[in-house]
């Protein structure tokens, strides 16, 4: 069972990392203490791994910035389900490893304590006992969460590729 944090629609990406700290943190450990500080001061503090977001329509929309979805991977969030995702946020996501899932069926679903089970290989969400689908995932997007994020994940198909030039 996932714990679950909800938001609602148009989250930017300075809700989820304000924009005021853009020059002076740019690594995990410097951006972690102020995720969603504007939006959900106990939020930092109190996010664990494996948790999930359960989010309304055109989430992550504002800037380019990269530190919200670098931040909630490193926070250990397993994925973001929501209505939306804003284009920019989309690709910053899976740039980290970060799953994002379009399902607003199961977010208009959820209701305060409710249970959540995610099986993001199958393509099921489950809020309080009801299935709800989802496309599954191309397995390239699963092998760059796998891999940590797109740069790992280059790196170690530069590696493989030279290991078989080298056979």
Known sequence: MARVWKYGDNINTDMLFPGKYTYTCAKAPEILPHLLEDLDPTFAKNVKKGDVLLVGENFGCGSSREQPALGLCAAGIRAIVGKSFARIFYR???????????????????????EVTLDIEGGILTVAGKQYTFPKLPAQILAIRDAGGLLQYSIKKLRASREQAQH
């Open 92 to 114: 910053a996501a899976i740039n980290q490893g970060l799953i994002l899932i379009e399902c607003p069926e199961a977010v208009n679903a959820y209701a305060e304590g409710a």
